[in-house]
């Protein structure tokens, strides 16, 4: 119940295309929901969260889309470029707990072809 | 955000020997975390380390095996003891709750990459 299940696994999208990435929890009790970009040899940074007050939340290209009843959150990347290519990582939390403890999806590889 | 740096960046270790990683954070937090990332792997948190208390370990991490200390508020160290070839990961060490804010977010160190021979 603890899982975050995270699809594809690789995806490869064309330059200006848009690239979608899948997550899906069984936990209700997970109310938070970052998303982290890791490119190779290095830390996974932060590009977006949301909560699940919210159905969807924008920054630039990237949006979360977030279904509370189905369980499921989505990244897109509007208009991908290349160098947007690297390994893309959800998460979930339980803010309430106060741990700050992130249970991660498996991992989404994007690759963007000029 | 937080400015993290990890020592060593990488290192080629024998088997039966330790290894002791440290995390150093440019501004005081209250939470830091250990990782682990086997390579095209997702991230598997080892302990969390607050300041003041004992690191906290997740199933199927042990303290004799993967001793924490922190010292202070913008130090930590992991140690990877009696390596092991299955020890050949990327360790990472996070921060949360930076001065007084909310756990949410963290930052990442650039990570440690451990081979074991």
């Known amino acids: 119940q603890q899982q975050v299940k995270q699809s594809p696994q690789s995806l490869i999208v064309q330059k200006g295309g848009i690239s979608i990435i899948n997550c899906a929890y069984e936990?209700?009790?997970?109310?938070?929901f970052p998303w982290y970009q890791q490119f190779p040899g290095k830390g996974p940074a932060l590009l977006i969260a949301?909560?699940?007050?919210?159905s969807e939340k924008k920054e630039g290209r990237f949006t979360i889309s977030f279904n509370k009843s189905a369980k499921q959150f989505s990244l897109h990347i509007m208009d991908s470029q290349p160098g947007d290519s690297a390994t893309y990582f959800c998460?979930?939390?339980?803010?309430?707990?106060?741990?700050?403890?992130?249970?991660f999806g498996q991992g989404t590889t994007l690759q963007v072809k000029p | 955000s937080a400015v993290i740096s990890q020592k060593p960046s990488r290192d080629i270790c024998q088997r039966g020997t330790s290894l002791t990683i440290q995390c150093q954070v440019d501004?005081?937090?209250?939470?830091m975390f250990w990782y682990r990332q086997q390579p095209g792997q997702s991230l598997t948190l080892i302990a969390t380390?607050?300041?003041?208390?004992?690191?906290?370990?997740e199933s199927g991490f042990v303290i004799d095996k993967f001793p924490i200390s922190r010292p202070n508020l913008t130090f930590s160290t992991l140690t990877v003891s009696n390596m092991s070839p299955e020890d050949s990961s990327i360790y990472l060490c996070?921060?949360?709750?930076?001065?007084?804010?909310?756990?949410?977010?963290?930052?990442f160190g650039p990570g440690t990459r451990l081979t074991v021979l």
């Open positions: 996070s921060v949360a709750a930076l001065a007084g804010l909310s756990t949410d977010t963290q930052y």
């Open positions: 998460a979930a939390s339980i803010r309430s707990s106060n741990t700050g403890k992130l249970i």
């Open positions: 501004s005081q937090v209250t939470m």
């Open positions: 936990n209700t009790a997970f109310d938070y």
């Open positions: 380390a607050n300041q003041g208390s004992e690191a906290t370990y």
């Open positions: 949301i909560r699940p007050d919210v």
